[in-house]
T-cell receptor, first 114, second 111 residues
Framework: DTEVTQTPKHLVMGMTNKKSLKCEQH?????MYWYKQKAKKPPELMFV???????INESVPSRFSPECPNSSLLNLHLHALQPEDSALYLC?????????????FGPGTRLTVT | GQSLEQPSEVTAVEGAIVQINCTYQ??????LSWYQQHDGGAPTFLSYNGLDGLEETGRFSSFLSRSDSYGYLLLQELQMKDSASYFC????????????FGDGTTLTVKP
């Protein structure tokens, strides 16, 4: 199984809402990532988890809160977002160390903030 | 920090060969990856170069010259389905495989 799944596929939320994005993989990967991608732009790294611990936070605003409950799951909790946060949110996973260059991406959650 | 440059658009015809270049400036360079992304889809890993030289995977090949801070992706026998965005991504020297992506090259394959 080389699949990363993400739910929901689409999400529309108001600026006062709280919502969560979910990501799951069963490839035994111990590194998981959140990326944000705007239209016609490259993926921008937000967070990296390594062995279920947050190892990289790319100065992401606190209205985005990641969580890694176990080695297969990754969540992104959203609160008080702004319209400019509307984007495609991609989850990815990889091995740690040797082989970690190959990241497997999920299909993404398309988020619209109104 | 890291910076990568690649052409914004490339157009070619079916059956042709196209080369997408990528130059980079970074500290802690570890390797160069290439990803393909179709409209509305997720990025898909294509190739990785950690050492100088050519890596071949079917119709796709990738090359790296660390001394020139330069790499390229070579696509042969182009097919219509190859129309997509192609990103080079620099991996910096961390265990968690942090990668910074270039702005992407939109490849259009015409009949």
């Amino acid at each position: 199984d080389t699949e990363v799944t993400q739910t929901p596929k689409h999400l529309v939320m108001g600026m006062t809402n709280k919502k969560s994005l979910k990501c799951e993989q069963h490839m035994g990967h111990r590194a998981m990532y959140w990326y944000k991608q705007k239209a016609k732009k490259p993926p921008e790294l937000m967070f990296v988890y390594s062995y279920e611990k947050l190892s990289i936070n790319e100065s992401v605003p606190s209205r985005f809160s990641p969580e890694c409950p176990n080695s297969s799951l990754l969540n992104l909790h959203l609160h008080a977002l702004q319209p400019e946060d509307s984007a495609l949110y991609l989850c990815a996973s990889s091995q740690v160390g040797t082989g970690s260059y190959e990241q497997y991406f999920g299909p993404g959650t398309r988020l619209t903030v109104t | 920090g890291q910076s990568l440059e690649q052409p914004s658009e490339v157009t070619a015809v079916e059956g042709a060969i196209v080369q997408i270049n990528c130059t980079y400036q970074t500290s802690g360079f570890y390797g160069l990856s290439w990803y393909q992304q179709h409209d509305g889809g997720a990025p898909t890993f294509l190739s990785y170069n950690g050492l100088d030289g050519l890596e071949e995977t079917g119709r796709f090949s990738s090359f790296l010259s660390r001394s020139d801070s330069y790499g390229y992706l070579l696509l042969q026998e182009l097919q219509m389905k190859d129309s997509a965005s192609y990103f080079c991504a620099v991996r910096v020297n961390t265990n968690a495989g942090k990668s910074t992506f270039g702005d992407g090259t939109t490849l259009t394959v015409k009949p």
